[in-house]
């Protein structure tokens, strides 16, 4: 078979020969999804029954707004999905197109009804400009310029491999203004939120700072006030040798404290830049939880305290960053440990809830009173516990691993009270996640 007329066609070019006049814009993908998002509401409002033509970028969350409108209860034709490559989807009807070279480059979304009609189209950049995340794309609701990209696709189909009725390579001669005239509204409206959404979270981004270099400022104060009082103190000519140890003693400790804030920034500074630059991996509880536990049980053993953990081997694996899940589990497993008196008991468990995975640090320590929960994932934020060992410490564990769960889509919660102990349960997302 000639696969040469295939090779050089592209919508995207196709749309714009049809009429020159078409505006060219310069989009990225959240965007064209809000676009997406915004027509996807408009059918299921108004009740509209559509057929779709789509190919869109990789991605679960384009499919599912696919999903979300034949879910949705509206009389819903057929959404063609169509791919270049063969692909796997039972929700949707699977379209193979002949290879092309342009199109590949392309993504695009048809909607065909007798009262509205749509064309996005886009194209990926040239290689030359590949470090851009813009999209040129085209949006147009003339009939006259869909029909000639939905023949465009006609010709690209591969014969025998795709059923597809030929009335849905039809575009209708007429649209209403109406839910174009809503459409639009729905997308200003759309775009005035993600305005105010991107103004709410500088605005909190800058006070975020500013109360960080507060708190940083404070926290690398107090021992250098210490220290110059212990100095100060040492220059009396009447000390006693017991006194002097005990400002030297205390000299020590604040160097130690000043040395542990030291590390711990750098070390969340390292982890801030690494999280940028790294992608989610599958990691499963099994190979994680049990060798953590097992290093910590000399601890605990010493302490008097009882460990124990329940990780069913046959649990999906989850979505972490790259070594995150590891050190989630060593700072809430040693924050247990930590706050639990001799004769306490701390355990880790673990259990599938639907699309997540729930792990639980549960202790019979301390606890945490009501006043101090809402701050305990704040920078350099210790719990006053009275512990010998509090000060060995930059505030900084639950922070890294709040920080490690918001960039793995996942969560963490805790409830506790004085004297009875505290539970620490976290939420990640299964790899089996639709």
């Known amino acids: 078979m000639n696969f040469s007329p295939a090779q050089d066609l592209s919508l995207y070019q196709l749309a714009l020969g049809v009429e020159n006049s078409l505006q060219e814009l310069s989009?990225?993908?959240?965007?064209?999804?809000?676009?997406?998002?915004?027509?996807?509401?408009?059918?299921?409002?108004?009740?509209?029954?559509?057929?779709?033509?789509?190919?869109?970028?990789?991605?679960?969350i384009w499919q599912s707004e696919l999903l979300r409108y034949k879910s949705s209860g509206s009389v819903c034709n057929t959404i063609y999905n169509?791919?270049?490559?063969?692909?796997?989807?039972?929700?949707?009807?699977?379209?193979?197109?002949l290879p092309s070279s342009k199109l590949q480059q392309e993504y695009f979304l048809i909607v065909l009804s007798v009262n509205?009609?749509?064309?996005?189209?886009?194209?990926?950049?040239?290689?030359?400009?590949?470090t851009s995340r813009r999209l040129l794309t085209i949006n147009t609701f003339e009939p006259g310029i869909i029909q000639p990209v939905l023949d465009g696709i006609k010709q690209v189909v591969v014969p025998g491999k795709s059923a597809v009725e030929d009335a849905d390579f039809i575009c209708p001669s007429g649209s209403a203004l109406g839910p174009i005239e809503k459409l639009f509204n729905k997308q200003l409206q759309r775009q005035?939120?993600?305005?105010?959404?991107?103004?709410?979270?500088?605005?909190?981004?800058?006070?975020s700072e500013d109360e960080y270099l507060s708190s940083l400022c404070q926290e690398l104060r107090i021992p250098l006030t210490h220290m110059k009082t212990a100095l100060s103190?040492?220059?009396?000519?009447?000390?006693?040798?017991?006194q002097r140890q005990r400002y030297l003693q205390m000299l020590n400790t604040e160097c130690d404290r000043q040395n542990y804030l030291i590390i711990g920034l750098l070390d969340l500074a390292q982890l801030e830049q690494n999280l940028e630059e790294t992608k989610l991996e599958p990691v499963r509880l099994w190979d994680i939880v049990p060798g953590v536990v097992s290093t910590y049980q000399p601890v605990a053993q010493e302490k008097g305290i009882m460990l124990a953990y329940t990780i069913p081997a046959d649990l999906p694996p989850v979505w972490c960053v790259s070594g995150g899940l590891k050190q989630i589990v060593i700072n809430l497993l040693h924050n247990s440990i930590k706050f639990t008196t001799k004769?306490?008991?701390v355990w880790v468990t673990a259990s599938l809830h639907g699309h997540s995975i729930l792990l639980e640090f549960r202790d019979t320590g301390i606890g945490i009173s009501e006043s101090d929960l809402p701050k305990i994932f704040d920078c350099f934020y210790r719990v006053r516990s009275g512990l010998t060992d509090d000060l060995a410490s930059a505030g900084l564990g639950l922070t890294i691993v709040q920080r490690l769960l918001w960039y793995s889509g996942g969560?963490?919660?805790?409830?506790?009270?004085?004297?009875?102990?505290?539970?620490?349960?976290?939420?990640?997302?299964?790899?089996?996640d639709p």
Not at 82 to 97: F, G, W
Not at 192 to 207: A, G, H, S, V
């Open 192 to 207: 005035d939120e993600f305005n105010r959404q991107i103004t709410q979270q500088r605005n909190q981004k800058l006070y």
């Open 116 to 130: 509205f009609c749509s064309l996005i189209v886009a194209r990926r950049p040239m290689k030359s400009d590949r």
């Open 343 to 345: 004769g306490g008991e």
């Open 27 to 60: 989009l990225t993908p959240v965007t064209i999804l809000s676009m997406l998002k915004s027509q996807i509401d408009l059918l299921i409002e108004q009740e509209i029954a559509a057929t779709f033509w789509v190919k869109l970028p990789p991605g679960k």
């Open 233 to 242: 103190l040492l220059n009396s000519p009447h000390l006693k040798p017991a």
């Open 82 to 97: 169509c791919q270049i490559r063969e692909t796997r989807s039972d929700s949707l009807t699977q379209v193979r197109l």
């Open 411 to 432: 969560s963490i919660s805790v409830k506790s009270k004085l004297d009875q102990g505290s539970i620490f349960t976290v939420q990640l997302m299964s790899v089996r």
